[in-house]
């Protein structure tokens, strides 16, 4: 089950700032409630529900499912933006 934390293109390195924050042990969630423009997963603390093979972009989908739960991803460069992801379980 993953989270995210999305930007634009332009913000890769706001999103490798966040990512040593949670590793600094601030909450993921709280930080997406602030920083994500993925508004409906922002909302949720970045939470994007059960997800299954098949339901992401290739690149988001390779970095979410290669992530043991706990683990957060370097970013993620999607047709989006750059995505921080979280997996929780």
Do not use: C
């Not at 706001?14 to 994500?36: C, H, M, N, P």
């Not at 988001?60 to 957060?72: I, N, Y």
């Amino acid at each position: 089950k993953p989270s995210e934390i999305m930007t634009n293109d332009q913000a890769k390195a706001l999103v490798t700032s966040i990512k040593a924050r949670v590793k600094a042990g601030e909450d993921f969630g709280d930080l997406a409630r602030e920083y994500s423009e993925d508004i409906g997963s922002a909302q949720e603390g970045g939470d994007l529900g059960w997800t299954t093979p098949g339901q992401m972009v290739p690149e988001f989908e390779t970095a979410a499912f290669g992530l043991e739960v706990g683990g957060v991803s370097e970013p993620v460069k999607t047709q989006f933006g750059y995505h921080l992801i979280y997996r929780y379980e």
